[in-house]
């Protein structure tokens, strides 16, 4: 079963505009983490927050992260055509080591 | 460099018979995993290993053997008895404990049933 829900499933906007993504989870995590693919690509680490972490930025990157309401949210500001690509997130749920779960991903198109 | 190499990045394979994806890693991590992804979904968790001569089951494991029999190999077998093995297959391996559970991707390998 998927741990994470990411929403919206695709979004589009213009180049130089905000894209915000959100990812919901089920259980108590050690840590979330982002990751973006490329169409038909392996995925590649963005950045990660830990359960006792509020806030995190990376370059034009921004998490947040709720453990209450069991939410996060990628901010990436000043988008780029580049930028267009998948974007998922993980996390590694409380007591099970290194099992590392995905979310289903938003599709993230950026025009020109 | 340092890294992830799948293989095949592109297979066939005909209804009843078994194939084996190759991961190889040089990374020197212990931790390796294979996903599988199906078009424009996210990605459900095979099996991963924790440590060599140990794999545990994912979500959707039935169908699949695995084998680590070297911290720097974890091939997985597409057997017969996965009724719809089309996907796309992601091999990963986690870094170091410093590093907070990164996982690095290997480029995927194509399957198709013909």
């Known amino acids: 079963s998927q741990q994470g829900e990411e929403d919206p499933q695709a979004l589009s906007i213009q180049e130089g505009e905000n894209a915000t993504m959100n990812c919901s989870y089920k259980t108590s995590i050690n840590n979330l983490q982002w990751y973006r693919q490329n169409s038909g690509r392996g995925l590649v680490h963005l950045i990660l927050?830990?359960?006792?972490?509020r806030e995190k930025h990376s370059g034009r990157l921004r998490v947040t992260l709720d453990t209450s309401k069991k939410s996060s949210s990628l901010l990436i500001t000043a988008s780029r055509a580049a930028d267009t690509a998948s974007y998922f997130c993980?996390?590694?749920?409380?007591?099970?080591?290194?099992?590392?779960?995905f979310g289903t991903g938003t599709r993230l198109q950026v025009t020109l | 460099d340092g890294g992830i190499t799948q293989s095949p990045k592109y297979l066939f394979r005909k209804e009843g018979q078994n194939v084996t994806l190759s991961c190889e890693q040089n990374?020197?991590?212990?931790?390796m995993y294979w996903y599988r992804q199906d078009p424009g979904q996210g990605l459900r968790l095979i099996y991963y290993s924790q440590i060599v001569n140990d794999f545990q089951k994912g979500d959707i494991a039935e169908g699949y053997s695995v084998s680590r029999e070297k911290k720097e190999s974890f091939p997985l077998t597409v057997t017969s008895a996965q009724k719809n093995p089309t996907a796309f297959y992601l091999c990963?391996?986690?870094?170091?404990?410093?590093?907070?559970?990164?996982?690095?991707f290997g480029e995927g390998s194509w399957l198709t049933v013909v």
């Open positions: 990963a391996s986690l870094g170091t404990r410093l590093s907070g559970n990164t996982i690095y």
């Open positions: 993980a996390t590694v749920a409380t007591g099970t080591a290194s099992k590392l779960t």
């Open positions: 927050i830990r359960s006792n972490e």
């Open positions: 990374l020197n991590h212990d931790a």
